[in-house]
């Protein structure tokens, strides 16, 4: 009998831990390790994310993951289950509604039509038609809208978290609260990853799931990785009327906003200016008053009277060359694997990436979902793969 590999995954977010968990489905083939230096994941994006899914990327590759990510998410309580326990996510399936103005409305058209080519559904609607189908918006400068009519929603993301988390404790991966700070290289190879707490847990892979912080640890393997903490802030508010039907609606600015419960949630991308690395977690609660209030009243004039009610801030692990994921091994590195750079679509991506990454690492390629333009190849190669459909 064969030893089995000795994986190092850093950090234990949504995304090392739905690695861990594909990693062991095949008992014995690996023994994987953990290091995750928050249990409580206080500031981990998986714990402040905004918890949504869609099919309506511009870039193909995204959509097949989300594909596999919503029937995953429909099926977690027989993927994930431990024993009698079933994870439940709440998933809710309202769809997302990208609005156009006239100077976005070729760029939406193209986008619908390679959407359709990869069997999602989603329509085309005419301003006329967004006021039919919802009378409480208001179409002033909108030229039309695309509708998603399945696949896109909403879900507890913590939940997920916790649901991989507990799958891959169940079949074996040790979850260690410890902060990794280096690597023990064997000529080109990573051969251990050492500790703050002060030991060195010698590996034949490992993988950076760090997310926002995943730049701090390629640097170890003397890789530049451009992955950034930016800082995203999202707010709740009430609404005293009712909004019939309402999907998660994304402005041509990229202010977005949804139901949440009996409340709403917002957010918007700061501008560029603006979208500074690394800067504290509290949340941006000014902008609501100066810019967001203002926008959601003209879109929906039942905002007008909304109440805001709390905020909250989280990192994007914002990939600055080409806002997508980076996956996979660096030329530099043998036995490093990479997994990040999501740019605020990791969590409904991540049964994709932990799938594929663990086919990457124990069978030597992608078996059930090519990931390979989301190599990490292209960046040094200079050919991005820009995804347009950023929000
Ligand atoms: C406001 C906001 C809204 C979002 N909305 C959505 C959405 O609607 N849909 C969607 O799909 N995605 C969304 N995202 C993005 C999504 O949340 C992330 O892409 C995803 O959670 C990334 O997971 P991760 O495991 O890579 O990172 P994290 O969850 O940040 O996990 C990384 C972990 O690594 C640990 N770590 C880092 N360095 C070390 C070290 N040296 N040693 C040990 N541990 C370490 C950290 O403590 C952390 O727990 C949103 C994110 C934010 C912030």
């Known amino acids: 009998m064969s030893t089995p590999l000795r994986i190092v995954i850093i950090g234990g977010g949504v995304i090392g831990s739905a690695i861990a968990t594909f990693l062991t489905q095949t008992p014995g083939a690996c023994e994987v390790t953990v290091l995750e230096r928050d249990p409580t994941y206080g500031n981990a994006s998986s714990a402040r994310s905004a918890s949504s899914i869609r099919q309506q990327f511009s870039t193909p590759v995204n959509i097949r993951m989300s594909q596999y990510g919503i029937d995953f998410f429909r099926h977690i309580g027989t993927q994930l289950r431990v024993g009698e326990t079933a994870p439940d996510i709440g998933l ?3 769809g997302y509604l990208f609005l156009a103005s006239t100077a976005g409305a070729a760029s939406l058209q193209e986008n619908v039509r390679m959407q359709h080519a990869h069997g999602v559904a989603v329509d085309l609607l005419s301003s006329t038609q967004l006021r039919t189908a919802f009378p409480w918006l208001a179409t002033r400068g909108l030229r039309c809208g695309a509708l998603g009519r399945a696949g896109e929603g909403w879900y507890d993301g913590y939940s997920v978290l916790q649901a991989f988390r507990a799958k891959a404790r169940a079949q074996g991966v040790a979850f260690v609260h410890a902060e990794a700070n280096g690597f023990v ?3 080109p ?3 251990g990853v050492t500790v703050r707490e002060g030991a060195t847990l010698h590996c034949d892979m490992a993988v950076n799931a760090a997310g926002p ?5 390629a640097r170890w393997a003397g890789i530049e990785l451009p992955v950034h903490a930016r800082r995203r802030t999202v707010f709740s508010f009430t609404c005293p009327e009712r909004l019939p039907r309402c999907p998660l609606v994304i402005e041509p600015g990229g202010l977005w906003f949804r139901p949440e419960g009996e409340q709403f949630l917002c ?3 700061p501008a560029p200016a603006d979208d500074l690395d690394d800067l504290p977690l509290d949340p941006d609660i000014g902008a609501f008053e100066t810019l967001i209030w203002p926008a959601l009243a003209q879109r929906v004039p039942a905002f007008v009277a909304v109440r805001m009610t709390g905020a909250w801030a989280g990192y994007y692990e914002m990939n600055v060359f080409d806002h997508n994921a ?3 091994l660096h030329a530099d590195c043998p036995n490093l694997y990479f997994a990040n750079g999501f740019s605020g679509h990791g969590l409904q991506h991540a049964p994709a990436v932990g799938r594929g990454l663990a086919e ?3 069978l030597g390629g992608y078996r059930s979902l090519d990931l390979s333009p989301l190599a990490f190849s292209r960046i040094s190669e200079r050919r991005p793969l820009m995804e347009r459909n950023i929000i």
Not at 213 to 217: E, I, S
């Open 326 to 328: 980076i996956l996979g």
């Open 92 to 94: 809710v399936e309202p």
């Open 267 to 269: 957010g918007y991308a």
């Open 189 to 191: 190879r990573v051969a």
């Open 185 to 187: 290289r064997r000529g």
């Open 360 to 362: 990457l690492m124990l």
């Open 213 to 217: 912080w995943a730049a701090v640890v």
